[in-house]
Each structure stands twice: as structure tokens, then as C-alpha cells.
């Protein structure tokens, strides 16, 4: 069964990728969408056999590389883990793929379209069932080719391919740490296997080796050089800059691959290596702040960003923010369980926006939109269940998940834990601010499609509608068809009931026959004294998420001049979020343009110091000496007897002694 | 099968083919056919291979030469794959010359078929002085395929390939001889056992590293490799880097390592600093390449990096991992230069800002050419990643500043592939002279199509590879092992 749900996709990419162009965009369309489709059935079918308590298991499907004392096999390992990743996976993605066929209908290249998708979800799938270090990796840089691929989908926009250049190579910097931790992690345990590799950790805690040429602890530098890459995938503070680039993809792809599922990866695999961080609390500590600063940083940038899309894409950085600190605190099971909800409601409002895009003729500025709410009545409602989860309103997905998130945050009585609480609080506050913003601006107030582009393009091609002159400039937007409505539908069940039917599994009683192995804190469980968190604390976040509905209703819809008066007064603090903090400025800076400088530095080396000490200079050396040694050729007799002369003797006073000597002998 | 002299029979029949068209002409038909039954014949090789043996397989030797050498042939796993490599990629080097080919298209065969004889005789050469002349001798026939077919500047370009190799391979000779006068024999197998003294090793190593680091080429002896690549014709380009360039890694192996384990010990540091220096510095200029050939060429020079540094970590893995670099080099690289060959033949321009948006037109092309790429950029699940991953794991070993580095260049190879691709295929369609651009002929399809495959072979099943390394490997590792200072 495992084996279908994971080739099934692969199988379907290929003859719609290969031969799609012969069999038709119907085919294609429906040959990826079935298959993604049966493997999702399958999925749920795997999640509630670990519900009910099914063994964890390995299917081996053949040897990959084997070289001296390395070994490893092409395996797909099936515990609950990944059970709650092949339901998160192959539910979002066979959604999105129904989504598609309504989203991408008039695009010319449909079949490639759908044929990434299922590659996607394919190297997904291998990331998310691999059994050892170097299967991930497959899957992790799979993903990342299929992020690559889509994000530069209309590859005759410029800015796509720049972000999708952009997204690989700032992967590839985290795939870098990555590499150098299962480097490591051979050099000290002779394997890759997470089997050997987890229950050998604990005998290295405390051990040290040398890493280039400082002495350090084994388990720390590992650790670290692994979050390093699931600080790319997942776009944590300071390797976070491909991510809002990435919403130059086709709405979907944002739904599925940058917001439920690949960006989640890096959350996965420190959540499967759980063994290995447990045994370096130093690293843990790291990846605590990492993620806080990083649910903070997002939502302040969310406030002030006008694109629909970017809006979400740093809503779901500063969500993944709070998976990191969860794991950070050790609330493994906390993080999976945000994981798991995100992916519905993120994904809901991803195609939500995608549908309001749809409706608005691809305008994504939200300063154009406006009082849509009764034009497209469906979207509105999921959306604003989406919205009502994310911003956590008991009882809906969002409130278990991060609740039990910064509770656990708070209960871990550490200072990297207050830190967290802290900031995920204030997060938190924002989050509600920047979501209610977003629907406010989307579907209230007036409508103010007058002075939108893509509209006047829309109205114009119309010839019709030039008499309105009410900021609707005549236009109508139509609710999307079904076959994109429907997945909306779906998704907000998921938004609206995820959280109440599965908290007890993930982060409650039921938690420890549940997950069983597959995520176990070997220490102490901080999900344990969640329930002793004092009331005040506990009930603080859900304050800020009140003020923060109230901040964005004052703003939006009771007084509108307050955003300008607001932007006016803290113009530093508005530019300085809105340029995103200046993140891409300063590595363009620092990296980009020195590599370019050096590149051109080394190449004029090439041809002015190599060449020209090399193969040229010794050209022309004998050049040279040619011309000199000419001078010498001067014709006369005298001149040549006499240098023989010279040769002749300096010979024999050399020759003479060493003759001697043979005679000698 | 060991009875039937098979190597000899590789190495002749393309100089039998070559016969052929100086007396009957019909080059194109007698060149592809004469390849083509040595890659049957290397497939043959391959299958009745042994692969639990490090002993020497299919030996000849016949003392043709007198008491002086004797031609004496023989592989082990590693010569098997690079002959096999060779002999697969000459087919397709002679479909890539099939119409771009215009003056003198039998001599050009002929360069191409002695060429192939030639490498054949590098890699199965079991007698040091046979190597030596089959190690030089196939410069000639590059030399003239960059000297004669190559592009404007192709003077200029064959001159510097010659003299850089040649200057080279004259200290390697004069180390050779001293080490016949010393040992009293030529034979490599005999050699392998002989222990020269440390400080003698030291200075025979040094000559050897001087042909062997021109070849690979390493940094700073690689500018040869820019200009050869670019003045050669698309297959002359094919041969130099999946050939030619493995060469230089095949001497490692040969001499430098299990002859010289001492030296190789101590002067490690030289391989891996400029190795090292090379993986950052040819990345970072092929960054601002604006010719799509120059910019291949200085990717080479730092994927042969990563193999310098794997020959020298002395371990299983690194080395293994070198020799599947030095293959996976070969074919995505050549693909590569076939990549710009099928443009170049219908713009005969090379620079990359002549281009832009060929997806519109060249759908399959695009294809081709991605899959080249991600295997350029060592994607996992294709060739390019697993020489790369044994390299740096086994280099992790070595020393983890080694890794971290060569590392790094994994970051930059990624930039500047991707870059490359998006300048050339990607974006609208503007410009006039690509509105009427045709996507790949079959014949081109027909050439990429096994190469395609060989790329996904290596990278889901790579054990087909490493098998026949494994033995060989292990022996080597032991030999570097006895004398040197671990």
C-alpha cells in the first residue's frame, strides 16, 4: 500500500509530463488528480490503522549506495509520523489538484503544470517515508526542483525566474548545513540509518570532536548543522528571503507547496530527529529563538504588505516560526499538531486568495479590492473560517494547536522559553491584526476596482460597464466555479474541526500511544504540565487576538484614516517592515554582489597573472630571447672561435676530475 | 572470453576503421559503425567482468618491444568503467559531427578513431612505457581537431593545449625513466609493489603531478581548458571533458597513489589547498561566463576539484566517490557541450545573451538541457550527486575544512547552472534571429536519449558502478595505507 502511495504520483507525473502533450489536458488533468487522489484514500486509510495502534514498519525496495563501510538502501519507513504527513500531503495536494483544473484552465501549458505537481508530491512523499539521512535529502532537494520548477512556471516573467533561481540557491545554502550534518553524523555513528543513528545518540551526549579546528560538542554541531537546513526549507529568519519571492508561482502551487507541505519539511525532520536533539539541549535552545524571532519578524511584515498573497506567505513563515519554538521546548508533538492544522487552514487561505485573484482578474493588490463579500459569498464564508482559525478562536483548528504551542512555551520555565512566549504572544496579537486586515480589505468596505489595472484591462476588453462610476468601474466578479469551490469546502471542515477531533491524539491523553516511538521526549515532557499553566497566562494570548480583531476594525472598517495617521506618525518603523527589514538590501550586499566582483576579480587573474606569467609569458620569453640571442649571430669568425674556446675548456675542467675519477675506479 | 584478446582487438578496431575510410571514404557510415562495435565490445568487457577480484583481468603481454618494454594490457574495475565510458560516448561524439562537420570530414573522422584507440591504450596499459606513449600520443589528434576544426581564436588555443600538456608530461618522463633504472622493470603491477625511498618519492611524485594536475587541470594550470573548449568543435569538447580530462584522475590512481603512498601522504596538503582553492575560484568566474562554453569549461575545472580531493582523502569512500565524479563528469558534461552544440549550429554564436526564452520555440531541448543541469548541480537521484556526496563524506574524514569549502562550492555550482539556464532558455521569446529556432532533430534526440539514461542509472542504481570499484578501491586504500603515516 505504501509503495502505491508513493510511486502512484511519480507514475502519473511522468505520463502526463512525457506524454501529455499527445493524451490531452483532460488526461493529464485526471490522470494526476486520480492518482494523488487514490494515494490520499490510501493515506487516511495508513492514519487510522495508528489511530487504532498499528506497528510501525519498513518496506526496503532496493540498495541505493553502498561504498566501504556505507550502506544504504532506497526504504520507506511508516510509523505515525508518517502516517500525519502522508494525510497532511496527499490531502492538500490531491485538493490543490482539483483546485487546479478550475484555477489554470486557460493556461496554455496545463500539462506540465499538473505533472510537477504529482513530481511534487512524489519527493514529498520520499521525504516524508525515508528511513535513513540520504533519502531525506533526495526528497528534500526534490521538493525543492518542484518548488524550482513551479515557482518559475510562466517562465516569461522575469521576476519568476528570478524567484525561482532565488528560492533554490538560498536552499541550497541550508541543504549546505545539511550535508555537512549527515557528514558528521557518519564520521561519528558509521551510519545514516535512523535506526542505528537514534539509538546510539544518547552515548554521544557530551562528547566533543573537531570541527574545523575547534574542539565541540558532538551532538550540538550536529544538531545545528541540520536545523541550518531546516532553517532553508522552512524558511526560518535569515535563510527566510526565497518565501515571498516563491508567491511568484501560480496561486496553488503557493497553497500547497509553500504553505502545507514543503515549507513544513524542516519542521518534519527535526521532528524525526527528535532522538538527536534531545541529546543537545544547547542546539535545541537555538532553534527555540530562531523560530520566535522568526514568528515575530513575519507578522510585523505582514501588517504592511498590500499583495494578497505576500500577506499569507509571511503569515505562514511566522506560523512556521511557532512549530520551530515548539520543537525548540521540546513540545514535539505540539509542533506536528500546528503542522497538521496549518496545512488546512493555510492551505483554505491560500486558494481562497487564489479565488479572489481568479475573481479580480489576477489583480492581487488589495487596495483594490473591496466590498466583495456578496460577489463571491463562498470564498468569503471559508475564508473566514480560515481567518477564524488562524487567529485562534476556540473552537476552530487553530486555538488547540497554537494554544497548546505557547503553553507549552511558557511551562518550560526556561528563559528561551519565556522569550518564546513572549514573542509568540505579541505574534500572536499581530497575526489576528494582519488577518482581520486582510479581510477587511478583501471583502468589505467599498469596492475600489476602479483604479486596479488588471480591471480596467478586464472592463475595457468588455466594452462595456464605462458608465459605472462607483469604484466597481462596472465590473462583476464571478464566484469560482466548483470544481475550485469545493476544495475550499473541504479545507474549512478541516479548518473548522481538525483541532477539536485530534488534539487528544497529538497533545493530549492519548498522546503516548499515539505516537508511540516515532516522537517520544526522552527527558521530561513539557506536554505534561501544560494543564498547571496559570490562568492569566493562559488566556493572555487569546486577549491579544482580541485586540488585534479590534485593532484591525478600528482601522479597516470603523476608521479608516487610521492606517495613514498610524504610517505617518511611525513612518521608520512602517518602512522598516515593509521593506521586509531590509533582509534582501543587506545580502545583496554582502554576498551577491562580492561573488560577482570576485568572480570578475578572478577571471582577469586568468587571463593577466596566470596566462600571462604562463603559456603567454613564456611566449614571450622566447620571443625574447630569440631576438636576443640574434645580437650573438654576428658573423664573425674570431667571435665564434673564441666562446668555442671557452665551452671547450669549461668542459674539460669539469669533465676532467669526474674521469679521473672513473679511471680510478 | 579471457582467451580472446579483447583489448587488443578495441584498440585496433577503430585504427581498422580509420583504414577504411582512407580507402574507401564513406566516413560518416564507417566511423559510427567502427564505434559502435567497440561499445559492443565494451559492453561485452563489462559483463564478463569479475567484480570480486583487485587483480588485473583480460591480460595480454606480448614482448613485442624486446627486452626494452613490453606491450602488456590488463584492467581492474576502475580502467573497465573508463574504457567503457569512452567507448560509449565515441558514438555519440560521432552523430554530434554528423552535419556540423563540413572540410575535411575524413581526416576528422580519422582524428576521432585513432583517439579512441589511443585512450583505450591509456587505460588498459599495464607496462608504464606504453602508457607513456599512449598518454602523449593522444594529444596529437586533439590537437589537431582544436588545431584544424576549432573556431577563430583555434591557433592560439591548440598551441596552449599542447605546450601545457607537453611541459607537463616531460618531467613525468624523465621520472619514468629513473624509475625503470632504479626498479629494473616497466611493468605497472611490478611497480605498485616496489617501495622507493621516501625522499626519492617525493620528487617522482612531484614530476607525476605535473602531467597528472595539467590534465585534470587544477588550479592554476587549467587556463588551457577554457580555450580548448572553446575553439574545439561540440565533439572535440565531448572528448576532452568526458575523456581526455579522466586521464589526468586515472594517473592518480595509477602512480601517484599506490607507487608513491609516502608522498602522497605528506604532500596531501598541496592537492587539497589547491583543490580547494579551485572549487571557489572557478566557480565564482564561471559566474560572470558570458560564453556558455567558457562557462562549462570553468564548472569542469571545479567539479575536477572535488575529484582531486576525493583521490587524496585515502579512504573508501572518497575515492569511489572520485571515480563516479570523474564519470558522471563525463557524460553530463559532454551532454552538456552537446547541449551548446545543438544551438551553436543553428546561431554559430556561443554567447549566452544572444539567447533567451528557447523554451517557447524548443520544448524538448529545454527538457534536456534541465536535466543536464540539475545533474550538473549534483541533484540527488541523478549521476551528478552521488560521486559528489562520497566525495565530501569522505572528505569529512579527511578534514572537515575540506569539506566545508568544497561544500560551498556545491552552493555557488547551483548559482551559476541555474543562471545559465534561465538566461538561455528561459523568459519571452524577443529576439528576432530565435523566431524561427527548430527543437531537436531526431538524430540529436537519438543522442541524448542513452546519455538521459545513463544519468538516472547512476543516480537511483549507482551499485552497477560501485561494484566493479569496490575491490579495486580496497586494495588501493590498503596500499596508501602500508607506507604512509596512518
Redesign the interface.
Known amino acids: 500500500m505504501i509503495q502505491t502511495i508513493v510511486f502512484l504520483p511519480l507514475l502519473a507525473a511522468i505520463i502526463a509530463g512525457l506524454f501529455g502533450r499527445a493524451l490531452g489536458v483532460r488526461f493529464s488533468q485526471l490522470i494526476t488528480t486520480g492518482a494523488v487522489g487514490i494515494a490520499a484514500l490510501l493515506s487516511w486509510i495508513i492514519f487510522t490503522q495508528f489511530l487504532s495502534g498499528t506497528t510501525p514498519y519498513t518496506v526496503t525496495i532496493s540498495n541505493w549506495i553502498t561504498s566501504g563501510s556505507l550502506s544504504l538502501n532506497w526504504a520507506l519507513k511508516v510509523d505515525t509520523l508518517t502516517a500525519v504527513m502522508l494525510v497532511v500531503v496527499n490531502s492538500v495536494s490531491s485538493l490543490v489538484h482539483l483546485y487546479s483544473i478550475g484555477y489554470m484552465s486557460e493556461d496554455p501549458h496545463q500539462q506540465r503544470f499538473f505533472s510537477y505537481l504529482s513530481l511534487f508530491t512524489f519527493a514529498m512523499l520520499m521525504l516524508v517515508t525515508a528511513d535513513n539521512l540520504v533519502q531525506m535529502f533526495f526528497g528534500w532537494e526534490g521538493v525543492g526542483l518542484a518548488s524550482y520548477l513551479l515557482i518559475g512556471f510562466w517562465y516569461y516573467k522575469p521576476s519568476a525566474n528570478a524567484a525561482a533561481l532565488k528560492a533554490f540557491v538560498v536552499n541550497r545554502v541550508g541543504d549546505f548545513g545539511y550535508s555537512l550534518g549527515i557528514f558528521a553524523i557518519f564520521l561519528v555513528f558509521g551510519s545514516v540509518q535512523f535506526s542505528v543513528i537514534f539509538a546510539n545518540a544518547p552515548h554521544m551526549a557530551g562528547k566533543s570532536f573537531e570541527f574545523l579546528g575547534l574542539h565541540v560538542d558532538i551532538m550540538t554541531a550536529i544538531c545545528l548543522l541540520l536545523f541550518v537546513g531546516a532553517m532553508g526549507k522552512s524558511a526560518q529568519l535569515g535563510l527566510h528571503t526565497w518565501l515571498p519571492d516563491a508567491m511568484e508561482g501560480p496561486t496553488p502551487v503557493s497553497a500547497l507547496i509553500h504553505a502545507a507541505t514543503m515549507v513544513t519539511a524542516g519542521v518534519f525532520m527535526l521532528a524525526r530527529c527528535s532522538p538527536l536533539f534531545e541529546q543537545a539541549p544547547a542546539a535545541l535552545d537555538v532553534v527555540c529563538v530562531v523560530g520566535a524571532l522568526t514568528a515575530f519578524f513575519a507578522a510585523t511584515v505582514g501588517t504592511s504588505q498590500t499583495d494578497i498573497k505576500r500577506v499569507i506567505a509571511y503569515s505562514t513563515c511566522s506560523q512556521l516560526g511557532y512549530m520551530f519554538f515548539a520543537l525548540g521546548v521540546g513540545a514535539y508533538g505540539a509542533a506536528i499538531f500546528h503542522l497538521f492544522t496549518h496545512a488546512f487552514f493555510k492551505a483554505l487561505l491560500f486558494l481562497g486568495a487564489g479565488s479572489v485573484i481568479h475573481a479580480m482578474h489576477h489583480e492581487q493588490d488589495m487596495r483594490h479590492y473591496g466590498a466583495l463579500r456578496k460577489s463571491i459569498p463562498i470564498t468569503f464564508i471559508t475564508m473566514l473560517i480560515g481567518t477564524i482559525a488562524i487567529t485562534g478562536v476556540p473552537p476552530f483548528a487553530g486555538f488547540y494547536s497554537k494554544d497548546t504551542i505557547l503553553e507549552a512555551a511558557f511551562m518550560a520555565h526556561s528563559q528561551v522559553g519565556y522569550f518564546a512566549y513572549g514573542l509568540g504572544a505579541i505574534a500572536a496579537t499581530l497575526t489576528s491584526f494582519y488577518s482581520w486586515r486582510l479581510m477587511f480589505l478583501t471583502f468589505f468596505g467599498e469596492a475600489r476596482w476602479a483604479t486596479s489595472k488588471h480591471i480596467q484591462h478586464a472592463v475595457h476588453d468588455d466594452h462595456h460597464g464605462h458608465d459605472a462610476h462607483d469604484g466597481t468601474a462596472g465590473y462583476h466578479p464571478h464566484e469560482s466555479p466548483w470544481v475550485m469551490l469545493i476544495p475550499l469546502i473541504l479545507l474549512a471542515i478541516g479548518a473548522a474541526a481538525a483541532g477539536f477531533v485530534f488534539h487528544t491524539h497529538f497533545v493530549g491523553e492519548a498522546r503516548a500511544e499515539f505516537w508511540r516511538a516515532a516522537i517520544h521526549p526522552t527527558k521530561h515532557d513539557v506536554l505534561n504540565d501544560i494543564e498547571g499553566i496559570p490562568l492569566f497566562w493562559k488566556w493572555l494570548p487569546t486577549a491579544g487576538m482580541v485586540f488585534g480583531l479590534l485593532m484591525a476594525l478600528n482601522s479597516y472598517i470603523w476608521n479608516r484614516a487610521v492606517p495613514k495617521q498610524f504610517t505617518d506618525t511611525f513612518s521608520m518603523m512602517y518602512k522598516f517592515f515593509l521593506n521586509k527589514w531590509y533582509f534582501d538590501e543587506l545580502y545583496s550586499v554582502l554576498f551577491i554582489k562580492p561573488a560577482l566582483w570576485l568572480g570578475r576579480l578572478f577571471w582577469s587573474a586568468d587571463k593577466n597573472i596566470i596566462d600571462g606569467v604562463g603559456p603567454d609569458g613564456v611566449a614571450a620569453l622566447v620571443q625574447l630571447t630569440a631576438k636576443r640571442s640574434k645580437l650573438i649571430q654576428t658573423g664573425y669568425v674570431y667571435h665564434y672561435a673564441f666562446a668555442t674556446l671557452i665551452g671547450v675548456i669549461a668542459l674539460l675542467s669539469w669533465a676532467w676530475p669526474h674521469a679521473g675519477k672513473a679511471i680510478g675506479n | 572470453m579471457y582467451s580472446f584478446p579483447i583489448l587488443t582487438t578495441m584498440i585496433l578496431v577503430p585504427l581498422a576503421a580509420s583504414l577504411l575510410i582512407l580507402l574507401f571514404g564513406n566516413a560518416r557510415m564507417t566511423a559510427l559503425a567502427g564505434t559502435l562495435t567497440n561499445f559492443v565490445l565494451a559492453v561485452i568487457l563489462w559483463m564478463n567482468f569479475d567484480n570480486n577480484t583487485a587483480a588485473f583481468q583480460f591480460t595480454e603481454n606480448l614482448s613485442i618491444f624486446g627486452t626494452a618494454f613490453s606491450y602488456h594490457l590488463g584492467i581492474d574495475g576502475i580502467a573497465m568503467l573508463l574504457i567503457v565510458l569512452s567507448a560509449f560516448l565515441m558514438p555519440l561524439c560521432i552523430l554530434a559531427s554528423w552535419e556540423s562537420i563540413e572540410k575535411r570530414l575524413n581526416e576528422y573522422m580519422i582524428a576521432f578513431l585513432v583517439m579512441e584507440a589511443l585512450m583505450i591504450g591509456v587505460f588498459s596499459s599495464l607496462d608504464i612505457i606504453l602508457f607513456y606513449v599512449f598518454f602523449e600520443a593522444g594529444l596529437i589528434p586533439m590537437y589537431l581537431i582544436i588545431g584544424v576544426w576549432g573556431g577563430a581564436r583555434r591557433i592560439y588555443a591548440s598551441?596552449?593545449f599542447f605546450?601545457?600538456t607537453l611541459l607537463g608530461s616531460v618531467l613525468m618522463l624523465l621520472a619514468m625513466l629513473y624509475m625503470i633504472s632504479k626498479s629494473g622493470t616497466t611493468s605497472i603491477p611490478e611497480l605498485m609493489e616496489y617501495k622507493f625511498a621516501a625522499h626519492t618519492q617525493m620528487w617522482l611524485w612531484l614530476a607525476f603531478f605535473a602531467s597528472f594536475a595539467v590534465k585534470m587541470p587544477m588550479w592554476?594550470?587549467h587556463?588551457?581548458l577554457?580555450d580548448a573548449h572553446v575553439e574545439a568543435p561540440t565533439a572535440g569538447s565531448v572528448v576532452l571533458a568526458g575523456v581526455l580530462l579522466k586521464m589526468g584522475g586515472y594517473g592518480f590512481l595509477r602512480f601517484s597513489l599506490p607507487m608513491f603512498p609516502q608522498a602522497s601522504h605528506d604532500l596531501v596538503w598541496i592537492i587539497f589547498g589547491l583543490s580547494m582553492v579551485a572549487v571557489i575560484?572557478?566557480s565564482?568566474?564561471?559566474?560572470?561566463?558570458q560564453d556558455m562554453k567558457k562557462l562549462i569549461a570553468y564548472s569542469s575545472v571545479a567539479h575536477m576539484a572535488f575529484v582531486t580531493i576525493g583521490l587524496f582523502t585515502f579512504?573508501?569512500?572518497g575515492i569511489?566517490?572520485s571515480i563516479l565524479q570523474m564519470l558522471s563528469h563525463g557524460i553530463v558534461s559532454g551532454a552538456l557541450f552537446l547541449c551548446v552544440g545543438v544551438v551553436y549550429d543553428r546561431m554559430h554564436t556561443r554567447e549566452i545573451a544572444a539567447y533567451g526564452?528557447l523554451?517557447?520555440r524548443m520544448p524538448a531541448y529545454a527538457l534536456v538541457f534541465m536535466i543536464f543541469t540539475?545533474a550538473s548541480v549534483g541533484?540527488?537521484?541523478t549521476s551528478g550527486?552521488?560521486g559528489e556526496?562520497?566525495v565530501?563524506?569522505g572528505a569529512?574524514?579527511a578534514s572537515?575544512?575540506v569539506?566545508?569549502v568544497a561544500?560551498?562550492g556545491?552552493?555557488?555550482g547551483?548559482?551559476y547552472m541555474?543562471?545559465l539556464y534561465?538566461r538561455v532558455?528561459?523568459?519571452?521569446l524577443t529576439k528576432d534571429s530565435l523566431k524561427t529556432i527548430t527543437d531537436l532533430s531526431l538524430r540529436e534526440k537519438v543522442i541524448f536519449a542513452p546519455l538521459i539514461a545513463v544519468v538516472f542509472w547512476m543516480g537511483?542504481?549507482?551499485?552497477s558502478f560501485?561494484k566493479p570499484l569496490?575491490k579495486p578501491v580496497?586494495k588501493l586504500v590498503q596500499q596508501t595505507r602500508i607506507g604512509g603515516a596512518r
Open positions: 598551441f596552449k605546450l601545457y592554476p594550470v587556463t588551457w577554457p575560484y572557478t565564482l568566474v564561471a559566474l560572470v561566463q579512504n573508501q569512500q569511489q566517490g526564452g523554451v517557447n540539475m541533484l540527488p537521484g550527486f552521488v556526496f562520497l565530501l563524506l569529512y574524514h572537515t575544512w569539506s566545508f561544500a560551498i556545491v552552493i555557488l547551483a548559482a541555474l543562471w534561465w532558455i528561459f523568459g519571452a537511483i542504481y549507482p551499485a560501485l569496490d580496497a
